[in-house]
């Protein structure tokens, strides 16, 4: 494990490009890493220069040695950018990828084209928070791959893990490496995230996707970004739970597309 400062250094990312076109960063969520862009943006590339990375504790990315919140991440990203030459690109986050959308489109609205908000929250409930501490003494006691079958369930639906396509496999595989202690890390900027005061500041023009069958209150926090956000907009997934933009990615890239490209 590296220093914290190492680890939320821009250096740390590897910043995956592909494509060409108008720069679209693409954030992924808890657990996952920059692949699962690869089942949910597929095809993209011949109309954007898609810019992927694993968040800290994910995937090739080194695990902080303590806490950090969601202004590292969006200092890390921005940096990250600018260490790339990208002076501003579309930006859209799943979950935990949005909460780090939610606060570089607020505090860094010179470099945000277009903003896509994807199953995602501005903060959670008290219930939700207790939730997520737990969440972290379990991943570092038991590990994540303890509990791989009760977060594929929140992801999919029942009869999507049954016939177990190539999401749901690069789900399982990737849950079952990714670091304990990052997942725990993760789990624990969760908990205190609270990016509701920064939210109405965001001006781009703003997508908000969520899965028709996600819990209720990433269905609820949806429908508050929608309110929230000037202009913003709202699009449903249908048959798709937490990981809408893997249970349902024709559907996905078509409601993005269409708002990238101002048809929509």
Known sequence: MGSRDEALAPAAIRL?????????VLLHCLGAD?????????GLAREFTLLTYDLPGHGEAPVPAGPYDFADLSAQLGAALERAGIARAHIAGISLGGLVAQHFAATQPDRVD???LID????HT???????????????????ASFIG???????????IAADPPAVRYARETLARCPNEGYALACEALAVADLAPLVPQIGAPTLVV?????????????RWLVDN??????????????????EQPEAFRGVLRAFLHGTA
Do not use: K, M, Y
Not at 16 to 24: D, E, F, I, Y
Not at 34 to 42: S, V
Not at 150 to 160: E, K, S, V
Not at 229 to 246: D, F, N, P, Q
């Open 16 to 24: 995956h490009r592909t494509g060409s076109g108008p720069a679209l």
């Open 229 to 246: 956000i000037r202009g913003a907009r709202g699009a449903w997934l249908t048959a798709a739970r937490h990981c809408s933009v893997l």
């Open 210 to 222: 969520c899965g028709e069958q996600d819990v209720p209150t990433f269905r609820a926090a949806a």
């Open 150 to 160: 009760a977060l594929l369930r929140l992801w999919f639906n029942d009869a999507f």
């Open 126 to 144: 008290e219930a939700l928070q207790r939730g997520w501490r737990e969440r972290a003494a379990a991943a570092r006691s038991q590990g994540v």
């Open 114 to 116: 277009r903003l896509v």
């Open 120 to 123: 995602t929250v501005p903060r």
């Open 34 to 42: 920059h692949r699962l862009w690869e089942i949910a943006a597929e």
